[in-house]
């Protein structure tokens, strides 16, 4: 739980430094330069939030990425995207957004009752050919998307299980798989 002023431990990284859980090591964030701002970059999908009083509240880290989509699909007008992890084994994924959003049951679904998610298509792509992509002028019509490790690994795990509440033959088209990633949904966050 952070107060107005919290102290946040921090490794000395170079260039960033990391900022982390004082009671597991978990990063939850970056500082670039703590000498110099006062400020944090924190990621959501790490972090649990309560209010005094309540228990802790986080989500699935497919939530957070589903509204980064949708930022870029407003902002930046494209909707096919490469996702790289960062790490020291580079690897990336083509996602391509087929539904902003739809509404699904699916008796596969861990939960009864409608899901609001995103429809998008998605295949492996090797890290030599993202990074031709990347310079490719002909591929401006894609965004490019740096996740942790282990987000990717979380993104990757969810596209996956996804595929599962679909139909077996409408889980692929063509050299694309189909997952369904969830979405926040007003009424279901809790303040």
């Given at each position: 739980?952070?107060?107005q002023?919290?102290?946040?431990?921090l490794?000395?990284?170079?260039?960033?430094?990391?900022?982390?859980?004082?009671?597991?090591?978990?990063?939850?964030?970056t500082?670039d330069?703590p000498?110099?701002?006062?400020?944090?970059r924190l990621?959501k999908?790490?972090?649990a939030?309560s209010?005094?009083?309540?228990?802790?509240?986080?989500y699935?880290?497919?939530?957070?990425?589903?509204?980064h989509?949708?930022?870029?699909?407003?902002?930046?007008?494209?909707?096919?995207f490469?996702v790289?992890?960062?790490?020291?084994?580079?690897a990336?994924?083509?996602?391509?957004?087929?539904s902003p959003?739809?509404?699904?049951?699916?008796?596969?679904?861990e939960?009864?009752?409608?899901?609001?998610?995103?429809k998008v298509?998605w295949?492996?792509c090797?890290?030599?050919e993202?990074?031709?992509?990347k310079?490719?002028?002909?591929?401006?019509?894609?965004?490019?998307?740096d996740?942790?490790?282990?987000?990717?690994?979380?993104l990757?795990?969810?596209?996956?299980?996804?595929?599962?509440?679909?139909?077996e033959?409408?889980?692929?088209f063509?050299?694309w798989?189909?997952?369904?990633?969830?979405?926040f949904?007003?009424?279901?966050?809790?303040?």
């Open positions: 739980m952070f107060s002023r919290t102290s946040l431990p490794s000395n990284e170079t260039p960033s430094y990391q900022v982390s859980c004082t009671q597991c090591g978990s990063p939850l964030g500082s330069n000498d110099a701002y006062d400020a944090y990621r999908p790490q972090l939030i209010s005094a009083g309540t228990c802790p509240v986080s699935p880290y497919e939530k957070w990425f589903t509204s989509l949708l930022h870029c699909l407003e902002s930046q007008g494209v909707r096919k490469i790289r992890r960062q790490s020291a084994q580079p990336a994924v083509k996602i391509w957004v087929f959003s739809l509404t699904i049951s699916s008796s596969a679904a939960t009864n009752g409608p899901h609001q998610v995103m298509m295949q492996d090797e890290p030599g993202a990074e031709s992509e310079l490719n002028a002909q591929q401006l019509s894609e965004g490019d998307i996740v942790p490790e282990h987000e990717f690994q979380e990757i795990s969810a596209l996956k299980s996804s595929g599962l509440l679909l139909p033959n409408a889980r692929s063509q050299q798989r189909v997952g369904l990633l969830s979405q949904v007003a009424e279901r966050v809790r303040g």
